[in-house]
């Protein structure tokens, strides 16, 4: 690990770089953007900074997504003005955040605009007594500040021109993703840029730059210096995104698993069968969620975990086993880093408990109706349906639909058993 000096020999060199280089400046005619293809709200906050004689540069990944040829979902706005001026300028804006502020401009629907001051990296030596998170700066040393290059990029509403300080556009024209400044200083700053730079990748399906790709080798293990929530925030972020399996992918391949999900992501490095399932399990995730279906939290976690569950599940089938205590103690054994919520946990297992069920039925024809009335059996279900179908049946409950259909006598009935006393029909 570099020593502090080091890193602030480091940090001063960029900061020169910084001070030193000159923008790529693509004027209107030498880009795809056009104000018809921006949002109208977003719009709206940038031409008032601008009449209101404020710089307005739509930024990060708007900017990156028009260029790739996506669209957008957020629109972020960099601007000179300061969160007191941009409250000022909209009534509805609202000021977030306890280090950092940002403005919120609110519209309908609950859409929400973000407007953010630029900002420069702290110098230590100077700012020892103000707040590093509110250092306030120009556009090039804002651009500087962020992650990696393709998020680097300005969209000028003075000018309709992009603005490129990070040589984000010729990475954009590589389809790669690049680190901005030294890997291994930016790295050690704040390792989840590990993390963020797999993210965009998988996403926009990009090779990694040289220095950015052979540097994650060498520091991947301070991941697991960070923050078990915060991981968990990230984390958050791609079980919806619809680029799941792709993200685990890289993920495993760069050996960043064990470091996150701590014996799990072990398990996955060694079993080469249960990695390829979880990968198959996570595409019919992304399906759905690319195709608007809507799944509660515990539900995509449950995804995520089967294969290591199901390998728990199998060792401990003798009967009468407390499969919820089993998991439970197996999940606080993992010594993973990112931190999965008690709640959510337990969720979790209940839900999966309900799938080992269900499968097991499948096979003997044998089910217990009786589980139908525990919270998590609707979500198991569906669970249940993902991992056999790759997809959720139609109909309330896609498990009982899938099991009549097997389990069908000339009366329509799913088999079962009869009490040898009552002669009544038990469906097992």
């Known amino acids: 690990m570099k020593t502090t000096a080091s890193l602030e020999k480091k940090r001063k060199i960029e900061k020169m770089k910084i001070e030193t280089r000159a923008p790529v ?8 953007i056009s104000r018809k293809k921006i949002d109208t709200d977003a719009l709206k906050v940038l031409y008032r900074l601008h009449r209101h004689g404020f710089k307005a540069y739509l930024v990060g990944g708007a900017v990156r997504d028009y260029l790739l040829e996506k669209t957008p979902k957020d629109f972020d706005i960099a601007t000179d003005a300061r969160p007191g001026q941009i409250k000022k300028l909209f009534a509805n804006a609202f000021l977030v955040g306890r280090r950092f502020r940002l403005a919120h401009i609110r519209f309908k629907g609950g859409k929400i605009i973000e407007v953010a001051t ?6 230590p030596a100077e700012d020892e007594r103000k707040d590093s998170n509110n250092t306030f700066g120009t556009p090039h040393e804002d651009a500087f500040r962020r992650d990696i290059t393709i998020n680097g990029l300005f969209y000028d509403i003075a000018t309709f021109s992009i603005i490129d300080y990070v040589g984000g556009l010729d990475d954009i024209a590589r389809l790669r993703a690049r680190i901005i400044g030294d890997p291994a200083n930016r790295y050690t700053e704040d390792p989840v840029r590990i993390w963020r730079v797999l993210r965009h990748a998988a996403r926009s399906n990009l090779t990694l730059e040289e220095g950015t790709e052979s540097t994650i080798f060498s520091h991947r293990h301070l991941v697991a210096t960070c923050s078990g929530a915060r991981l968990f925030e990230e984390l958050n972020k791609d079980m919806h995104s619809g680029f799941t399996g792709p993200l685990m992918g890289l993920m ?16 996955f490095e060694a079993d080469s069968d249960s990695f390829t399932r979880l990968l198959s399990l996570l595409s019919a995730l992304d399906a759905s969620a690319n195709a608007g279906g809507v799944l509660s939290q515990h539900e995509r976690y449950s995804l995520l975990f089967w294969p290591w569950v199901k390998q728990i599940l199998s060792d401990c089938n003798q009967r009468g086993a407390d499969k919820i205590k089993i998991l439970n103690d197996a999940f606080i054994n993992t010594h993973m880093t990112v931190v999965v919520p008690k709640a959510l946990r337990s ?40 991992i056999v179908n790759g997809h959720i049946l139609e109909g309330r409950d896609p498990f ?10 000339r009366t329509g009935r799913p088999r079962g058993g009869r009490n040898k006393k009552t002669n009544k029909r038990i469906d097992r």
């Open 25 to 32: 400046v693509l004027d209107r005619a030498h880009h795809p």
């Open 118 to 123: 630029f900002r420069r990296e702290p110098d």
């Open 252 to 267: 495993h391949h760069y050996g960043i698993l064990p470091f996150i999900l701590g014996d799990i992501g072990s398990f």
């Open 347 to 386: 969720n979790i297992i209940q839900t999966l408990i309900i799938v080992d069920y269900m499968l097991k039925a499948m096979e003997t024809g044998r089910m217990r109706w009786s589980l139908k009335k525990r919270a998590r059996y609707p979500d198991a279900s569906r669970v249940y349906s993902l």
């Open 400 to 409: 009982e639909k899938s099991f009549r259909r097997k389990y069908r006598t």
